[in-house]
């Protein structure tokens, strides 16, 4: 299973920006897609998350701000970020949690993208 993200990006402080991951490969059902990050020198963290049903949970410090979604028929998960502030500066990584076709269990991470909320 693959994941591939894109949307990050420069963007000054209250700007906005979106984030978008799809997976593929030889998926049979995916379980929980999700976003983390990791700033320099700390270690990654849970940003947002969300099931394959309509719930979500999400880090404290972006509630409010940032919003994600699924489609669970292409496989993707998208992460809105508005009123962005500098500590949200990091490399943001999508994962996915799901079962193969061939009935193995996955856990999946994309390849990271940046995000630098700077003036």
């Known amino acids: 299973v693959q994941l591939v993200a894109s949307g990050g990006g420069l963007v000054q402080p209250g700007g906005s920006l979106r984030l978008s991951c799809a997976a593929s490969g030889s998926i049979f059902r995916i379980n929980v897609m999700g976003w983390y990050r990791q700033a320099p020198g700390k270690e990654r963290e849970l940003v947002a998350r969300?099931?394959?049903?309509?719930?979500?949970n999400y880090a404290d410090s972006v509630k409010g701000r940032f919003t994600i979604s699924r489609d669970n028929v292409k496989n993707t998960v998208t992460l809105q970020m508005n009123s962005l502030k500098p500590e949200d500066t990091a490399v943001y990584y999508c994962?996915?949690?799901?079962?193969?076709?061939?009935?193995?269990?996955?856990?999946?991470w994309g390849q990271g993208t940046q995000v630098t909320v700077s003036s």
């Open positions: 994962n996915a949690v799901g079962i193969m076709t061939n009935t193995n269990n996955f856990n999946a």
């Open positions: 969300m099931p394959s049903g309509s719930s979500t």
